[in-house]
């Protein structure tokens, strides 16, 4: 049983599309987290939500729009995609015990914009 | 705001130990994690401190100095399979994970 799995593992699409990642844990984590991975393999926090409410949004435009129907499921949609969004997108799960923040990430989603 | 540093690139013989430093300046610090990440694949824990000192798991090992923001991974008896690319980062505030760039880390026969 995979832990973190998101879908799909590849999207090629063009410029000035919508699209959209899921991503579920059976963890029973509490966190959940969008990174993206650029082509220089710098991991950047994108958003986390702690059981469905939203803690963590950094500096995102706003085109990208993550939503959290429970607190296993956390989805990413991204309006108008650039070539700038190109880069692999990584899902992960926590579970805070004693400030000890363990990532447990999925496989990724690997994004191309044409 | 949370800055890590990490060299880029390190070689090493197979069989032998290397050391990955990583400073860090934080405006709250829980503790330092260490992560691995194969090309093509996702990353992966590989040990976590708070507290300063040693952590020992296997050939891995990691060291944290909170009064030097300062820590290292040290991997012992290398293998191929190291091969990887590793990652300190920094747990803050809000359970946030800030990672550092990645060392790239290639082991030679």
């Known amino acids: 049983d995979t832990a973190v799995s998101q879908t799909p593992k590849y999207l090629v699409t063009q410029m000035g599309n919508d699209k959209s990642i899921k991503c579920e844990q059976n963890?029973?984590?509490?966190?959940m987290y969008w990174y993206k991975q650029d082509s220089k393999k710098f991991l950047k926090i994108m958003f986390s939500?702690?059981?469905?409410?939203?803690?963590i949004n950094e500096t995102v435009p706003n085109r990208f729009s993550p939503k959290s129907p429970d607190k296993a499921h956390l989805n990413l949609h991204i309006n108008s995609l650039e070539l700038g969004d190109s880069a692999v997108y990584f899902c992960?799960?926590?579970?805070?015990?004693?400030?000890?923040?363990?990532?447990?990430f999925g496989a990724g989603t690997r994004l191309s914009v044409l | 705001g949370q800055s890590l540093e990490q060299p880029s690139e390190v070689t090493a013989v197979e069989g032998a130990i290397v050391q990955i430093n990583c400073t860090y300046q934080?405006?709250?610090?829980?503790?330092l994690s260490w992560y691995q990440q194969h090309d093509g694949g996702a990353p992966t824990f590989l040990s976590y401190?708070?507290?300063?000192g040693l952590e020992e798991t296997g050939r891995f090992s990691s060291f944290l100095s909170r009064s030097d923001s300062y820590g290292y991974l040290l991997l012992q008896e290398l293998q191929m399979k190291d091969s990887a690319s590793y990652f300190c980062?920094?747990?803050?505030?809000?359970?946030?994970?800030?990672f550092g760039i990645g060392t790239k880390l290639q082991v030679i026969p």
């Open positions: 992960a799960s926590s579970q805070e015990i004693k400030a000890k923040n363990i990532q447990y």
């Open positions: 963890l029973g984590h509490d966190t």
């Open positions: 939500y702690n059981n469905k409410e939203l803690i």
């Open positions: 934080t405006s709250g610090f829980y503790g």
């Open positions: 401190n708070a507290l300063d």
């Open positions: 980062a920094v747990t803050g505030g809000y359970q946030k994970v800030t």
